[in-house]
């Protein structure tokens, strides 16, 4: 029966994009439904949900990154230790360190790394290619990597919005930003942000 509705609908089989972008909009929600939670057993259960992951340790740090840079840091450090090869920690502490430390040197090396460890993930190509162009300001280098995320990822919403700022803002090519949010409209018609921008 599955078989006969994905033809029927031809539909395509997903790709790690999906499965990326799936799995970040998950911690993603986790992150907000966790600041909200006052009672002790709705926080075992994230505790549940999230151990033996490295979300815990963005989901804690998470907690300290505007208030206690150190406590963040050290949590950020201590699951980098535990898991060294999570690109989306690495990518989660250089957003730390550039938006927070204001260290772009650092938050430049940790990007690095998790796009070393998994290049064809299409997020960690965007926040890079934001890091480029608003700290860095090297909008050459930043477009090489808006158009990779766009090609590993041509139907997020996410990444076309953010390419279209970048056009705006960056290279003042209003017509083209213009195509790039509506296109962005198009695949994520009701999310305020899209429409906002």
Do not use: H
């Not at 997903?14 to 966790?34: A, G, I, Q, S, W």
């Amino acid at each position: 029966l599955m078989l006969y509705l994905f033809k029927a609908f031809g539909l395509k089989n997903p790709d790690r994009n999906r499965f990326d972008e799936l799995l970040n909009n998950y911690f993603e929600t986790l992150k907000r439904l966790d600041v909200g939670l006052n009672n002790e057993r709705d926080k075992q259960i994230v505790d549940e949900v999230t151990k033996n992951s490295w979300w815990k340790f963005a989901l804690e740090a998470s907690k300290y990154r505007k208030t206690d840079y150190e406590k963040a840091d050290a949590i950020f450090k201590e699951g980098l230790t535990a898991f060294p090869n999570s690109s989306m920690l690495l990518s989660n502490y250089a957003v730390f360190l550039s938006a927070n430390r204001k260290d772009y040197d650092e938050a430049e090396i940790y990007y690095k790394k998790a796009l070393e460890l998994d290049p064809t993930n299409a997020i960690i190509n965007r926040i890079y290619a934001v890091f480029l162009s608003e700290n860095r300001k090297d909008y050459d280098k930043a477009e090489i990597y808006y158009k990779k995320a766009l090609e590993l990822d041509p139907t997020n919403a996410g990444n076309i919005g953010s390419y279209a700022i970048f056009l705006k803002d960056c290279r003042k090519d209003y017509d083209k930003a213009e195509i790039y949010y509506k296109k962005s409209l198009e695949f994520d018609p009701t999310n305020a942000e899209v429409n906002n921008n």
